[in-house]
């Protein structure tokens, strides 16, 4: 899977009786500087980037007891200093095919038996503590200690509690009007003079997810959700739940090998375009566990739950039933959807291989097959757990091909152990994993990536109960949630509206943006399972704009990043193959941009656009397909509506 340009390139030890002197440590290209102390009882660092001093006199520290230790303190034992340049190849290619991995790293051995990695790369800094003897830990405490430079401004996801779904919208504030109640899920973002930071967290395993609380200072304190002792369902829920009692520590750990403690990132930028290519998630991810992944396919995948299975023009009662999803799979055969899915109500609530009355479940699987689209099915995430390993297999056994977990809503040890479960199970027997109600990617998906993608984001589907899904909010994912890893944010609807002509409707939704807004989100936000949430009805009764979408990989070859500004506009070009693919999203007001193809390569190409047609300031669903001639030489105008859009597929001339 890799191929190393570099390993290893030096190596420095050093030896003191004490930690006596600060320690510095480069990205590759100089322009990052990290500095690290040992204090008596934490860890400190700073993060100077491109001559800005970003964060000062940060602390890290764990606190655990472990068999070996009453207490594992952090007295310096010795240093070592490595470097590592080399390309990884993703089983599944989010943002390219090829990800370059060049970094410093500096690592730090205590008596205890702990140690503590810093890893610089020229996009920014992060670090983890490990202990490579085995040994059984109960974790009382992390010290995750954010001390910023200044009084910044934060994109805050402010949370009501550990029990979320982490589907937030991010507020603007100060970070010293952060109080200690503020609780927040990652990632976040930080706004400095001159640059901008991402911070979030990845191999996450065997331990408990990372949120943060102010401190009414420069400062923002990591914050961990403690083991749950117990819960129960909340009245009248077949699936929220009540945490009744927890433990006073965060994590026990058994470990016969030792302990990699999760990845603490920092992902620094310093125009905003550099967040939509940044990696750093997936690098510090944990490394493939799946022998053969070649069964693994990307896609997309024609919902149901959206659009309210809302199907018409047809001679039988649409709803939850055979006749229904065998109409879903004819559309998505027309188009060449890989999947369908079934979601909440093809079983009885709570057993999760009791199929209901009104599906055939082997004929609906046995059609799809028969039309190339293969099917997918939702599960409650508790309802699976009582007996994971049959009813996975189970499904494997009628010809399953992916399942949709819902509504964990939780990132404490247990749960995220959990997950790893589910990944693993369903690798067994070649299953593919959408997690919704979940938290945010925190590299599960290169370890096993059959979980293709997940939910963690305030999607498409909030359109049907609120009005805050606005063209800002959408040019904000990208910056903050994406950089984090795939995200099941849901796009496509084709009833689209101006804002001031949007209505909540749950079983008849609609978008707050213009159609050409939403053709753009296929191209701009990453998800390698990719949904069509509208209903198939409506995707027939606008065909051209279905056609298109369809055309729309789910993974590229390369990324460029045209231009981007936070919450105003981006635009997106890919590559797949020989195939070059465009997005641009606007914010409310209508915008113009010259787009400069000088990134194809030599020759004609034929470019296929959809943009905004002249009336979708007022009817936001009016859209405009044009074919054109371009080369490399092309700079091309493009004018966008408020909420607007415009997307293009450049192929080979012929």
Same mark, same amino acid.
């Given at each position: 899977m890799n191929k190393v340009l570099s390993l290893l390139l030096f190596v420095v030890f050093v030896s003191f009786s004490a930690f006596s002197k600060t320690i510095s440590l480069s990205s590759p290209d100089k322009k990052i500087t990290l500095k690290v102390s040992n204090q008596p009882s934490y860890i400190e660092y700073d993060i100077t980037s491109h001559n800005e001093l970003i964060i000062s006199k940060a602390k890290a520290? +764990?606190?655990?007891?472990?068999?070996?230790?009453?207490?594992?303190?952090?007295?310096?034992?010795?240093?070592? /200093?490595?470097?590592?340049?080399?390309?990884?190849?993703?089983?599944?290619?989010? =943002?390219?095919?090829?990800?370059?991995?060049?970094?410093?790293?500096?690592? %730090?051995?205590?008596?205890?038996?702990?140690?503590?990695?810093?890893?610089?790369?020229?996009?920014?800094?992060?670090?983890?503590?490990?202990?490579?003897?085995a040994r059984d830990m109960v974790i009382l405490d992390e010290e995750v200690s954010l001390n910023f430079a200044d009084d910044f401004t934060a994109q805050y996801p402010l949370e009501k @509690?550990?029990?979320?779904?982490?589907?937030?919208?991010? +507020?603007?504030?100060?970070?010293?009007? +952060?109080?200690? =109640?503020?609780?927040?899920?990652?990632?976040?973002? %930080?706004?400095?003079?001159?640059?901008?930071?991402?911070?979030?967290?990845?191999?996450?395993?065997?331990?408990?997810?990372?949120?943060?609380? #102010?401190?009414?200072?420069?400062?923002?304190?990591?914050?961990?959700? =403690?083991?749950?002792?117990?819960?129960?369902?909340? *009245?009248?829920?077949?699936?929220?739940?009540?945490?009744?009692q927890r433990y006073n520590d965060i994590a026990v750990i058994n470990k016969k090998q030792g302990m990699d403690f999760p990845w603490r990132i920092f992902a620094i930028s310093q125009n905003d375009a550099e967040l939509l290519t940044n990696e750093l998630s997936f690098l510090l991810a944990n490394e493939l566990e799946i022998d053969d992944p070649s069964w693994i396919k990307p896609g997309k995948v024609a919902w149901d739950w959206w659009n309210a299975n809302n199907i018409y023009g047809v001679d039988f009662n649409s709803g939850i039933n055979t006749k229904t999803y065998k109409y879903y799979i004819d559309f998505a055969s027309k188009f060449g959807i890989e999947y369908i899915i079934l979601d909440e109500g093809w079983y009885e609530l709570g057993d999760a291989l009791n199929i209901v009355p009104e599906i055939d479940l082997a004929e609906?699987?046995?059609? #799809? =097959?028969?039309?190339? %689209?293969? /099917?997918?099915? !939702?599960?409650? !995430?508790?309802?699976?757990?009582?007996?994971?390993?049959?009813?996975?297999?189970?499904?494997?056994? !009628?010809?399953?091909?992916?399942i949709k977990?819902?509504?964990?809503?939780?990132?404490?040890?247990?749960?995220?152990?959990?997950? !790893?479960?589910?990944?693993?199970?369903?690798?067994?027997?070649?299953?593919?994993?959408?997690?919704?109600?979940?938290?945010?990617?925190? @590299?599960?998906?290169?370890?096993?990536?059959?979980?293709?993608?997940?939910?963690?984001?305030?999607?498409?589907?909030?359109n049907k109960w609120g009005d805050y899904i606005t063209a800002e909010h959408n040019l904000t994912l990208p910056f903050i949630r994406m950089l984090a890893g795939p995200m099941d944010y849901t796009p496509g609807a084709m009833v689209n509206t101006q804002p001031e002509n949007f209505r909540i409707s749950f079983n008849r939704p609609m978008s707050k943006t213009t159609r050409a807004h939403q053709l753009a989100l296929y191209v701009v936000f990453e998800s390698p399972l990719q949904m069509l949430a509208d209903s198939p009805s409506n995707y027939l009764a606008n065909e051209q704009s279905t056609a298109f979408i369809s055309k729309v990989p789910t993974v590229w070859d390369e990324t460029k990043i045209l231009s981007a500004k936070f919450q105003d506009h981006i635009i997106s070009a890919r590559r797949s193959g020989n195939d070059w693919f465009i997005g641009v999203l606007g914010n409310s007001k209508a915008r113009n941009f010259d787009i400069d193809l000088s990134f194809l390569?030599?020759?004609?190409?034929?470019?296929?656009?959809?943009?905004? #047609?002249?009336?979708?300031?007022?009817?936001?669903?009016? +859209?405009?397909?044009?074919?054109? *001639?371009?080369?490399?030489?092309?700079?091309i105008n493009v004018e966008l509506a408020p909420s607007g859009g415009w997307v293009a597929r450049i192929t080979t001339s012929k």
């Open positions: 520290n +764990i606190s655990l007891t472990s068999s070996k230790y009453e207490q594992a303190k952090l007295e310096y034992h010795s240093h070592k /200093i490595t470097s590592v340049n080399q390309v990884i190849n993703p089983v599944v290619q989010q =943002k390219s095919k090829e990800v370059v991995e060049n970094y410093n790293q500096l690592t %730090v051995q205590f008596d205890s038996g702990l140690s503590i990695e810093f890893r610089v790369f020229n996009e920014g800094v992060a670090y983890r503590f490990r202990t490579k003897s @509690g550990f029990y979320s779904h982490n589907e937030r919208s991010y +507020i603007t504030k100060k970070i010293t009007d +952060i109080s200690a =109640k503020n609780l927040a899920s990652l990632p976040l973002l %930080v706004e400095t003079e001159n640059q901008k930071v991402v911070f979030t967290e990845s191999s996450l395993k065997d331990y408990p997810g990372l949120w943060v609380v #102010g401190a009414n200072s420069n400062s923002l304190i990591g914050t961990q959700p =403690k083991r749950v002792k117990s819960a129960e369902l909340k *009245k009248d829920s077949d699936r929220n739940e009540n945490i009744t609906i699987i046995s059609y #799809g =097959k028969s039309k190339n %689209v293969d /099917i997918i099915l !939702w599960v409650i !995430w508790e309802t699976v757990e009582q007996d994971l390993a049959n009813i996975l297999s189970q499904y494997a056994d !009628w010809g399953v091909k992916g977990v819902d509504f964990m809503q939780r990132d404490d040890q247990a749960m995220v152990q959990y997950y !790893w479960r589910v990944a693993k199970e369903a690798a067994k027997n070649k299953l593919l994993v959408n997690f919704h109600g979940s938290y945010k990617p925190a @590299g599960l998906r290169r370890a096993y990536p059959n979980v293709i993608t997940r939910e963690g984001v305030r999607g498409l589907e909030h390569g030599q020759g004609e190409y034929q470019m296929i656009s959809m943009s905004d #047609g002249v009336n979708a300031d007022k009817f936001a669903s009016d +859209i405009k397909k044009q074919t054109s *001639k371009v080369t490399s030489q092309s700079k």
